[in-house]
């Protein structure tokens, strides 16, 4: 029951390229949505009580919102596909066909709050990761970069969850200024955690399953979201 919770740690301490398929994709894949749901809950409680005025917060997320104007099936499917497209599908091999429009993505969506520092640390990442891409076009560039990106893949794994963690500052409206720096990247603790557990998934499991634990994943805190505040 917790080999997955093995594999999954001893892999983010060391991410590689290198593919290993699961045994027993299918208890894989729900222990790691069991584990993500659990560790989200308990990172979002340690956050409620770290920062002050947090209830304000909860409040001032534009989910809700969205689930209004999209409704819960975009919620959960046609988030999940979008942002596993940007932040997961780029990871493995070096390929340019991937990383400019992810890039491009990434800029699009912290662009709208480019005022806070998170959002243009985002989108410096965006314009690196597109940069990238486009240098890959060249010929005579692709071995040196495939070669660097497989060397430099544990900080490429990490930056993709880091920034799919800041983007979701977005979700927060005028509130948002009222907390420091640091207190925003508590905020975005579990989304950090769960960009890691897809990061993970894709890696060892394929995209369509890191898009499936996505949605899924995202399934459960809806629930959970609509029991907490039916009480």
């Not at 880091?162 to 927060?172: Q, R, T």
């Amino acid at each position: 029951m917790f080999q997955p919770i093995r594999e999954w740690w001893q892999f983010l301490l060391h991410p590689h390229l290198e593919k290993a398929p699961v045994s027993h994709p299918n208890q894989h894949f729900f222990t790691l949505l069991v584990f993500q749901c659990v560790l989200s809950v308990l990172s979002l409680l340690a956050v409620s009580f770290a920062i002050p005025n947090f209830e304000k917060l909860a409040n001032d997320n534009n989910v809700q919102k969205m689930m209004q104007e999209s409704g819960p099936i975009w919620i959960l499917l046609g988030a999940a596909l979008v942002e596993e497209l940007i932040f997961r599908l780029p990871l493995g091999m070096y390929r340019s066909r991937f990383l400019i429009p992810s890039g491009l993505l990434i800029i699009m969506l912290a662009w709208p709050n480019n005022t806070n520092l998170w959002m243009q640390i985002s989108i410096a990442f965006g314009m690196g990761i597109m940069v990238l891409g486009i240098l890959g076009l060249h010929y005579d560039y692709k071995d040196l970069l495939r070669n660097t990106w497989a060397r430099g893949f544990p900080g490429v794994f990490y930056l993709f969850a880091g920034v799919f963690a800041l983007v979701h500052l977005s979700n927060y409206g005028s509130t948002l200024a009222n907390i420091n720096l640091f207190q925003m990247l508590l905020l975005v603790v579990p989304q950090f955690l769960a960009g890691l557990t897809f990061g993970y998934a894709r890696m060892r499991m394929g995209f369509l399953n890191a898009v499936a634990l996505h949605a899924a994943y995202n399934g459960v805190l809806l629930i959970l979201g609509l029991l907490f505040n039916s009480q």
